[in-house]
């Protein structure tokens, strides 16, 4: 069973633009998780998604945003980038996202903003 | 204040000897407990997951146990090798809807 697939792997922006992460999570998982990892901050969670719908949302701006789609891939979508932005963003799915279930991440997508 | 605490924030071992890093949480209502490895630059990589009623898990050379009256938990990690070089995150999960909270981590680093 293939993995969660996590694209691009390594992004480089400027300050300003924004940028769209995508998330393939393993097949027949419906939950899909964002988190954002820095070195000062470590993982923080970002938003979960279920069955195209927006679950749960952590603390941050309206600049971050996301969707899921009806075959579970997710994007990820942030705007007006800033130079704290920087980090490395990693997806996790899981079959119902509820709890007791495995969340498996995925390899990230390293984000720098220059 | 952090839900999660973890200690010590990094460790230095020789290889083949034993370690054991500690989980004290203060999350409510508590649903499971996880220890994720994660190798630098990549994603995590889930060890064990325990419930409420268990109070050891195995995985290999890793054993985790869970104190649920105390909010504890620990990582033993046996005879380390070079590859066990990674952080080690403790995740609790509150509630019903899986809502996970994370330790910041500890950094081992197994020396030859």
């Known amino acids: 069973k293939a993995g969660v697939t996590q694209t691009p792997r390594y992004l480089i922006k400027t300050r300003g633009q924004q940028v769209t992460l995508s998330c393939s999570p393993i097949s027949g998982h419906r939950s899909v998780s964002w988190y954002q990892q820095t070195p000062g901050q470590g993982l923080q969670f970002l938003f979960e998604y279920f069955s195209e719908t927006q679950r749960n949302k952590g603390n941050f701006p309206g600049r971050f945003s996301g969707r899921q789609f009806s075959n579970s891939r997710s994007e990820m979508n942030v705007s007006t980038l800033e130079l704290g932005d920087s980090a490395l963003y990693l997806c996790a799915s899981s079959a119902r996202g509820r709890t007791n279930t495995e969340a498996f991440f995925g390899q990230g997508t390293r984000l720098t903003v220059v | 204040k952090n839900q999660v605490e973890q200690s010590p924030q990094s460790l230095i071992i020789l290889e083949g000897k034993n370690c054991t890093l500690q989980?004290?949480?203060?999350?409510?209502?508590?649903?499971?407990l996880r220890w994720y490895k994660q190798d630098t630059g990549r994603g995590p990589v889930s060890l064990t997951i325990?419930?409420?009623?268990?109070n050891t898990k195995s995985n290999g050379r890793y054993t985790a146990t869970l104190d649920a009256d105390t909010k504890q938990s620990s990582l033993h990690i046996t005879a380390s090798q070079l590859s066990d070089s990674a952080s080690y995150i403790c995740v609790v999960s509150a509630g019903n809807n899986n809502d996970m909270r994370f330790g910041a981590g500890t950094r081992l680093t197994v020396k030859p």
């Open positions: 325990m419930t409420f009623s268990e």
């Open positions: 989980c004290n949480y203060t999350v409510s209502p508590f649903s499971n």
